[in-house]
């Protein structure tokens, strides 16, 4: 952390909350010569509803209006319907203790088209409920002097009528939308045996909407608050049912996303099966020689009772950090998407994986332990509607050397003596993962799966990194096949690169997605310009000085650009840090780069509303720039010494609570419009290989010829003269795979046996007896063996061999 420094000049003070309750009626437009001179008594000025496009032209837009915070819907299809108004105080309070499986402005079947453009107020949006709550009354009845009304006969038809509307206009979409299993594959229609009680619901019920009680494993209760149209559904029976959505603009898992025209609205689960000390400091602050999950785990283990520690601790963690309340809130905030983080020792761990000063190295971290609470979490995205990106986020060795690699120091993945090793073991990683999420029983639910997390290609090479990439590519399309429906889109990062650097990738490649991670918090610079100014472009009427429209102008041309020349192309990360203080974001005991006192950004507490109004027009400025986008992250845990989260910039939930996130994300359409940015459009077309279509598999053969051969022909930081001696594994040991939840002994439906591809029957890496390898964490300069370890260990298994093509299947059956 940066330590307190008095500073003399205004501009990197902190902002401070603004006392003169007077609120002019306008606040002149501040520029970039003014950032540094400390103009904190600018008002906030709530927004005036200008219209603006979106950076994306299908993203949902819709007005916010000043003088009511009404909402009204612009633009057509699934984004039609205009949320009820949220309580910017309560974003987690239900608008009314109802069940809600449409949007409020289709609940009632009634009022057209007109209904579902009208301006939406708490009371509004809710007054076609009253009307046919009262329908068994005809008002001002007995003014008219005639029969009493329960003596005409009419009225009782009237009545009757209206009533069977009523139960069919309720029961037939709950039948039809959440109740009736989806059959959208064999393994889960072919032995469906209906429906059976549900104990997550304290009346046994299936599904629910806002307002529903949810029973938790623990039995706790919530209410589901979901004010837009979303709603749950869970069957002990058919515990793979797809029918949930998580707001009325998202299709349900049992429908195709459609990466032209669907937005990803998503946000990360960071550190709760990888951690890392900034997310959850508490744990490392009990332990205070952790830096990162290696040193953490052999803390853990210290002492007599060690093994019985670490399962105690982390058990208890993945169990409490994030639960089902957190995914349902998820849910509630408009999100559609996760994407959940996880580390390779989910598989497994080895015991040895080379030598250090005579001394046989093992992987301390705690293998498999996770991957029942990672199957819990997908179990409650799928209740709740929302699809996942796994992201594979730790590899062999470490990718990029930070600490949130597993461990942090080195470099050991295509780099240094064990480059090559590490990398075999990271696809067969990658292979098990694949398999598992290519079942049809996931494959709805886990669209994008996120190979490797960050590698760092300044270190690795552009041509190393991608001969792993095509090497994966190729093994993923010979387990799923090709062609949409098969299996999920791999997504590759940028390796910090930028999105240009990836423009010719691998032409023809079977739907991969481009993944960056834009922050500001990194760049190395004070970044002391403040929020708490009206935002530069605007009309005076926002808040934010310059950071909005950098957002805007930094990310918002390049990513239509990727869509453009690349394909498919996320932000798989990105935060409201414009800054990188707070507590631990650096690393243990690092310093930040910030150019003041980073005291007031980690105390959230401190900031004042326009401090708040300028952070969220950055997260909205983000977002419109982005277009398809995963806030880094949902939770940062409170710190053990203040009992409160110190770096909450990085905290969604935080700031949906307190005020600096949307409560809505679709009001993000525009912002850079609005804030006098035109990015380069593009027109929601993508290459037809890149999402699966003619020509998906059809990789140049130049491409091929280049990168297609395995091991790649140069390894960084590796003698010329050594490559071909450096260490390789053999393939001889037995398949580890992913086993199927062990909940769901109620299911009368196929759970999987986490094995997709019968035919993949290959065996695993494991070390070549014989051979001493050098610590596969610490590598890189050790000295290389010339016999025994490489390529002519052992005849062609180890040789060069080129990468097979994958296999050409039929598009899958509808049924």
Known sequence: ??????????????????????????????????????????????????????????????????ATNELAAEGQGPFATPPDVLDAASPFAPVAATDAYVGSGQRSGLGGADAAVAPITKEAAHSSDEALAGSGTVAGVKGYGKRPWYKRPLIWLGAFIALAVVVLAVVLPVWFVAVKPHRDNSSSAASSKGSSANPESPTGATSGGNGSTVVMADGTSFTYVNNFGGFWVYDPANPFNNSAQPNSWTPPLSQAWNWSTDRVFGVNLGGLFELEPFISPSIF???????????????????????????????????????????????????????????????????????????TVAEPFLARTCWSYILRVMQWARKYGIRINLDLHTIPGSQNGYNHSGKMGMINFLNGA????????????????????????????????????????????????????????EMIRNITGVGEGHGPYMAIHDGFMGTAYWADFLQGSDRIALDTHPYFAFDNQPNTQPTNVTATGGNGTVYGGPWPQMACTSWGGEMNTSRINFGVTIAGEFSNAINDCGLWVRGVNTSADYGGNCDYWEDWTQWSDETKAGLKEFALASMDALGDWFFWTWKIGNSSTTNSVLSPLWSYKLGLENGWM????????????????????????????????????????????????????????????????????????????????????AAAVSTGNGWYDAQDTASAPTPISGCTYPDAWSAVGSPIPTAGCGAAAYAGENAKREAPPPVVTAPPRVL
């Open 285 to 359: 602050q009990e332990n205070p020689t952790a830096v990162d999950e290696w040193t953490l785990d052999l803390s853990l283990r210290a002492g007599s009772n060690g093994s019985e520690n670490i399962l105690s601790v982390m058990e208890n963690y993945y169990n409490t950090f994030i639960t089902e309340q957190d995914i349902a809130e998820i849910a509630g905030a408009g999100l559609n998407w996760i994407r959940l983080p996880i580390p390779f020792w989910a598989i497994d761990a080895w015991d040895n994986v080379g030598v250090l000063n005579g001394t």
């Open 1 to 66: 952390m940066a330590s307190s420094v008095d500073r003399d000049m205004e501009g990197l003070m902190p902002p401070q909350p603004i006392h003169d309750l007077s609120r002019p009626t306008s606040v002149a437009r501040s520029d970039n010569t003014n950032l540094g001179a400390g103009l904190g008594s600018s008002t906030y000025m709530p927004s005036t509803g200008i219209e603006t496009a979106p950076s994306l032209p299908s993203t949902p837009s819709y007005r916010a209006s000043a």
């Open 418 to 473: 064990m480059g090559v090793a590490n990398a075999e073991r990271a696809l067969e990683y990658i292979r098990v993962i694949a398999e598992f999420i290519s079942q049809t029983e996931y494959q709805p639910l886990v669209p994008l799966f996120s190979i490797v997390n960050e590698p760092l290609l300044s270190t690795i090479g552009k041509d190393s990194l991608t001969t792993f990439y095509l090497r994966a590519n």
């Open 662 to 745: 949307p409560l809505d994300p679709r009001e993000a359409s525009g912002t850079c419009e609005s804030l006098g940015y035109q990015p380069n459009l593009w027109n929601e077309t993508y290459p037809s290989y890149a999402t699966g279509g003619a020509g998906a598999g059809d990789i140049a053969p130049s491409s091929v010829a280049q990168y297609g051969v395995w091991p790649p022909a140069s390894i960084a930081n590796v003698p010329t003269g050594s490559q071909a001696y450096l260490p390789q594994y053999t393939s001889t040991a037995p398949i580890v795979s992913l086993p199927p939840a062990s909940t769901y002994s």
